[in-house]
């Protein structure tokens, strides 16, 4: 199975501030990559796919970069909405596997 | 609008069944591979499974934890998937999530819309 381990898991960031998730594939996953973000009590919405694809309606200030064996997550300004838990996901071979979350909280 | 909704969650013992469904809506259901995720209390997401549509022959595939007493169908003509859970232990205790996934070739198949969720409770 792949293992993706997402660094940090848990960041306390300010209103406006830019932040960065890693999320890294034990073993490469060429660009078979989704983000998603789930707030309290609701289900998990798409931000981004094929690493780097934003999702229609998505807001341009979340961006998705990268291949193979480190991804990242950047929010360019943090909006009051944005606080939530991310999740990234490898659809590059079964069994489809999450990362443990990052638990992204207001400073 | 795509629209996901699962239900027959529950309260079921040790050792017992429950069936669970998903009703879609707003998209051409039978177009799309279909997921099960579901989430335990306080903990992450974690993939069930994943039916395939009919070009696919309707294929399965199930995570380990699973695989033998969980079975995904679907009835493309009610426009509904469903979770038979046999053999039920007390870690499969979890919000269970209805997903549909989009397969674009070039960019894998991945959830693109889920459900609100079903609670299941193992408990004796």
């Known amino acids: 199975d792949i293992q993706l381990t997402q660094s940090p898991s848990f960041l306390s960031a300010s209103l406006a501030d830019r932040v960065t998730i890693t999320c890294r594939p034990s073993?490469?996953?060429?660009?078979?990559l989704a983000w998603y973000q789930q707030k309290q009590g609701k289900a998990p919405k798409l931000l981004i796919y094929?690493?780097?694809t934003l999702q229609s309606g998505v807001p341009s200030r979340f961006s998705g970069s990268g291949s193979g064996t480190e991804f990242t997550l950047t929010i360019s300004s943090l909006q009051p909405e944005d606080f939530a838990t991310y999740y990234c996901q490898q659809h590059y071979s079964y069994p489809i596997t999450f990362g443990q979350g990052t638990r992204l909280e207001i400073k | 609008e795509v629209q996901l909704v699962e239900s027959g969650g529950g309260l079921v013992q040790p050792g017992g069944s429950l069936r669970l469904s998903c009703a879609a809506s707003?998209?051409?259901?039978?177009?799309?591979?279909m997921d099960w995720v579901r989430q335990a209390p306080g903990k992450g997401l974690e993939w069930v499974g994943r039916?395939?549509?009919?070009?696919?022959?309707?294929?399965?595939e199930y995570a380990a934890s699973v695989k033998g007493r969980f079975t995904i169908s679907r009835d493309d003509s009610k426009n509904s998937m469903y979770l038979q859970m046999n053999s039920l232990k007390t870690e499969d205790a979890a919000v269970y999530y209805c997903?549909?996934?989009?397969?674009?070739?070039?960019?894998?198949?991945?959830?693109?819309?889920w459900g609100q969720g079903t609670l299941v409770t193992v408990s004796s």
């Open positions: 997903t549909r996934v989009r397969d674009t070739g070039w960019s894998g198949a991945y959830s693109d819309y």
């Open positions: 707003g998209f051409t259901f039978s177009d799309h591979y």
């Open positions: 073993q490469g996953i060429s660009s078979y």
């Open positions: 039916i395939r549509n009919k070009p696919s022959s309707y294929t399965t």
């Open positions: 094929a690493a780097s």
